[in-house]
């Protein structure tokens, strides 16, 4: 448990910094573009097409970040009802399903890049699409990585019964 | 077998009535054991979409522009390097002459060539008459974001365009943050982009090229009489259709004429200006999208294809 | 019948609580593996959305707007607008209406508005004699109001979904300038009720200052001028949506954290930053794996099938579109993003074989998202307003049946008059 929380910790940390920084870089360009284009009527001719890159970048970011607080779009009017004990039961089984889908996306993604994408293609500043598409496989693989963590933790807290602490919290 | 084929080409246009056409021929020809299901309009997505989407095998064929085929093999986009061609029958020419090397280099990409599919000359058209280049540099000029060949062109002539979108470009003339755009005549009509400006320079920009590939590992399991009817039959209609584009782009110039856009005809020395400004353009393409040789011996054949006609 | 069990199983699993974007991946590679191709191609149509010119609007709006909610800058804005209407019968409750409203379109509709602004609006309410069961189905409705002005998100993310069903008609310039009238009909009607209840319940009226309304207006000085330069700036064709979205990014930052300070750079930026874009990245992987399946159902022709369904037994327009109005209803009570993510593709091609402008269905769509939200059992404002003003949801749910009858025929007005939509679109700048 104590070495899965430090991953956890160490690979939040590194993805807060990442997401943080790219969202910098990705506002300084749009906002860059605008200034050029409607005070001086020229622009970055990669500015666009760079930003939807980062978009995608910083979306993978968020989505990680989004699974370990419970985030992503889930329906709760059953699940609210439940005894908290009886919910981490759910939330592990729930995880579980994430985890496998995940798993499969990753795979799909790894498929993706190697197959459709063209290795000596660059989309801007010599940056080959491979390296930028790079994010959807590893993105889905750390949110899988997430959602099994996830899913670890609430399993053994439900059979430790330790749900009094974590519903206090 | 059934060739999934996908295109931006909208519905009920000329590319897809030759296309239907094609198909038809080729169930003909094959005894029904070939065709094509056909995806009008870009519902399948954009050009690298179709791309990506057919080495998946989702699906085999599509038709493509230089924003594509760059996708694929880079080499074949010096078609549409600026100010390369006057008239179309140096296109013919040089795509003639070329065919086997473009060919070996779609194929090396995982394509076929099935036919090319000519989008036709690209022109400026402006808010003022451009005489010279020096009154480029007063228009606001928009460029397609991420394509290397307006951009190289652009720099050539020295001057900064505002990359944009394709979608955006009809908002951005009406409110003003662009006032010149390049295009086919033909498109120029059909975007209504022609209400918005005043000009059009003479002189192409360049030739777009098109082309109609097939998925090289789909092609390779057919047996060799339904390559030959695919191929030939391709060649044959495209053909037609990259006639029929240049008589609509001709047309076009003359519907042009009648809302009132004025064209510019440039004089000698202006037209060599932009014809060297050209030049320099297509060697900072050299690394980019082919080597310095190949853009030689491209420019060293249209040379003497121009002497041996007296030009 | 495997199909039906398949659709079975994966519905329990979505009522167990696994997250959506899940359900719909695994909708998707279920399809396409059971067409024979693969997988990956879910995948390329997720990679479809670096090309969405729109695409970096989302963000940038989201990140403005968790800005805009963290500062002080609804206080101010709040203050300002009751100096200004404060005044009139039922003054403050129009106020309300309005702050919240902006605040809406800024926020991305994502509830935050009771959260954030329930606290400063509702106890004044009160305390100025409004019933507290007005006040109470005013807060709960005002939590998505606003849906329909630019900037708002969900305006934003059907521009997105329908273009890829509709082709680039759909443009969101178009929709921003389209849900101008259809909105600001729907805070007039608002406005009237809540003018009638101020009179009717006799609640005292302050009289108009210059003094407070200068107070106010200098103490939002750099807040007050977004909502003209976002919106004034779209409607005035002086920027796309997308470049508005990087203007009010980059505004909000300056001010909030540079000239106002409300925030401060190293403590407060990169929370913020984060927690907005957790929001995004749900929105992006959702939208990202219902792009997978939308493409296999357009490949599929489903959407022309149900049409030929549907059309068996409805042929006037507009009775499809009341029907249509019920459907959506009920399925935005679900949940919003999810719903414009699933919904609008499917029904977007059938609409426009009714022949419904695509731009019109998206006001009408944009009208029931705002109004699924306050809908009982289960409209997420309900929940929220229950949960913020410490009231039972049995009393919430009574408080908003006036509203919600209000809503409701703006609606109906809207979908029967297509012109109230798009009038606009043809006239300014934006075609
Ligand atoms: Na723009
Ligand atoms: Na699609």
């Known amino acids: 448990m104590r070495i899965l929380h430090a991953v956890d910790r160490t690979l939040t940390a590194i993805v807060n910094a990442a997401l943080v920084l790219i969202f910098a870089v990705m506002l300084t360009l749009a906002a860059t573009q605008v200034f050029l284009r409607d005070l001086f009527h020229t622009g970055i001719y990669w500015g666009d097409v760079a930003a939807r890159y980062l978009v995608i970048w910083v979306g993978f970011l968020g989505a990680f970040l989004a699974t370990r607080g419970g985030k992503h779009f889930h329906i709760d009017v059953l699940t609210r009802f439940l005894n908290p004990r009886a919910r981490l039961w759910f939330n592990a089984f729930s995880d579980l399903f994430a985890s496998v889908v995940c798993l499969l996306l990753t795979l799909a993604s790894a498929t993706f890049v190697r197959e459709a994408l063209d290795p000596e293609s660059t989309v801007f500043l010599g940056i080959p699409e491979t390296a930028l598409a790079m994010i959807v496989p590893v993105g889905f693989g750390l949110i899988m990585a997430q959602f099994v963590i996830k899913m670890i933790e609430s399993i053994v807290n439900a059979m430790r019964g330790t749900v009094e602490k974590k519903a206090a919290q | ?214 998925s090289k590992k789909v092609f390779d399991l057919f047996p060799k009489d339904l390559q030959q009817v695919l191929v030939t039959n391709g060649r044959k209609y495209f053909r037609q259709l990259t006639l029929s584009s240049r008589q609509e782009n001709a047309n076009a110039i003359q519907t042009l004429k009648k809302k009132g856009v004025q064209i510019t005809y440039l004089r000698k020395d202006v037209a060599a200006q932009f014809e060297s400004m050209g030049e320099k353009a297509r060697q900072l393409l050299v690394g980019k999208l082919y080597t310095k040789e190949f853009l030689n011996e491209v420019e060293s054949a249209l040379r003497s294809y121009r002497q041996g006609r007296g030009k | 019948m495997t199909t039906l069990l398949i659709i079975l199983i994966l519905v329990i699993i979505a009522l167990a609580g696994a997250p959506l974007f899940a359900i719909i991946a695994a909708i998707g590679l279920l399809v396409f593996t059971a067409a024979g191709t693969e997988p990956a191609s879910l995948i390329a149509e997720l990679y479809r959305l670096v090309n969405f010119p729109a695409l970096i609007a989302i963000p940038l709006f989201t990140f403005a707007g968790y800005l805009l909610a963290e500062s002080r800058a609804p206080k101010r804005l709040i203050n300002l607008a009751q100096a200004l209407v404060g005044w009139m019968p039922g003054g403050f409750a129009v106020v309300a209406l309005f702050s919240t409203a902006i605040f809406t379109a800024f926020s991305g509709a994502s509830g935050v508005t009771i959260i954030a602004l329930g606290g400063l609006i509702f106890p004044a309410l009160l305390k100025q004699n409004y019933p507290e069961n007005f006040s109470l189905g005013l807060m709960t409705t005002s939590g998505s109001l606003g849906l329909l002005f630019p900037p708002s998100l969900p305006i934003i993310l059907y521009s997105i979904v329908a273009r890829d069903a509709a082709g680039n008609s759909v443009n969101i310039d178009k929709l921003f300038v389209a849900g101008l009238i259809p909105g600001i009909l729907l805070l007039l009607i608002l406005s009237a009720y809540s003018i ?102 357009i490949d599929a022709e489903i959407p022309n099938q149900l049409f030929g369904f549907v059309s068996q037994y409805v042929s006037s327009k507009f009775v499809f579109l009341v029907i249509l109005n019920v459907f959506i209803l009920v399925m935005n009570m679900i949940e919003i993003f999810s719903a414009i993510i699933i919904v609008v593709p499917i029904i977007v091609p059938v609409a426009l074989q009714y022949g419904v402008d695509p731009i019109h269905l998206g006001i009408i769509f944009l009208l029931n998202l705002e109004i699924g939200y306050m809908t009982p059992p289960l409209g997420l404002n309900l929940f929220l307003s229950s949960l913020r003003f410490d009231r039972p949801l049995t009393q919430v749910y009574r408080t908003v049946l006036p509203f919600f009858l209000l809503l409701v025929s703006v609606l109906l007005l809207i979908t029967y008059f297509p012109e109230l939509s798009l009038a606009l679109t043809g006239a300014v700048g934006v075609r």
């Not at chain 2, 309009?41 to 990506?52: A, L, S, T, W």
């Open chain 3, 196 to 297: 009638r209840t101020g009179i009717v319940a006799k609640v005292p009226r302050n009289p108009f200052s210059f003094k407070a309304a200068w107070a106010g207006l200098k103490e939002a000085a750099w807040e007050a001028p977004l909502p003209v330069i976002v919106i004034g700036g779209i409607y005035g064709g002086i920027f796309t949506a997308t470049e508005a979205a990087a203007v009010t990014a980059f505004y909000v930052l300056v001010v909030e954290v540079f000239i106002r300070r409300d925030l401060k750079f190293f403590s407060d930026l990169p929370r913020i930053i984060r927690e907005s874009m957790i929001l995004v990245g749900a929105i992006l992987v959702m939208l990202g794996a219902a792009m997978g399946v939308t493409s296999y159902l």
């Open chain 2, 1 to 214: 077998y059934t060739i999934k084929f996908a295109t931006l080409a909208p519905e009920g246009s000329t590319w897809i009535k030759v296309m239907t056409e094609y198909d038809k021929a080729v169930r003909r020809e094959s005894g029904g054991r070939l065709g094509f299901r056909i995806y009008p309009g870009g519902k399948v997505g954009d050009e690298k979409d179709v791309i990506r989407k057919i080495r998946l095998g989702q699906y085999q064929a599509g038709g493509f522009t230089g924003v594509g085929i760059g996708e694929i093999a880079k080499e074949v986009r010096v078609l549409d390097s600026p100010f390369l061609f006057k008239n179309y029958d140096e296109v013919d020419y040089v795509v003639n002459k070329f065919e086997s090397q473009f060919e070996k280099e779609l194929e090396d990409g995982g394509f076929v060539l099935l036919g090319w599919a000519e989008v036709g000359f690209v022109y400026i058209y402006t808010n003022r008459p451009i005489y010279s280049p020096v009154d480029l540099k007063e228009v606001k000029m928009w460029m397609w974001e991420g394509d290397p060949i307006p951009q190289a062109a652009f720099q050539a002539i020295g001057i900064s365009p505002i990359p944009l979108s394709i979608t955006d470009v009809t908002m951005a003339l009406q409110t003003g943050m662009v006032n010149g755009v390049y295009t086919s005549p033909y498109a120029l009509v059909a975007l209504q982009w022609f209400t918005r400006v005043k000009d059009m320079m003479s002189e192409p920009l360049a030739d777009s090229q098109g082309a109609v590939l097939i």
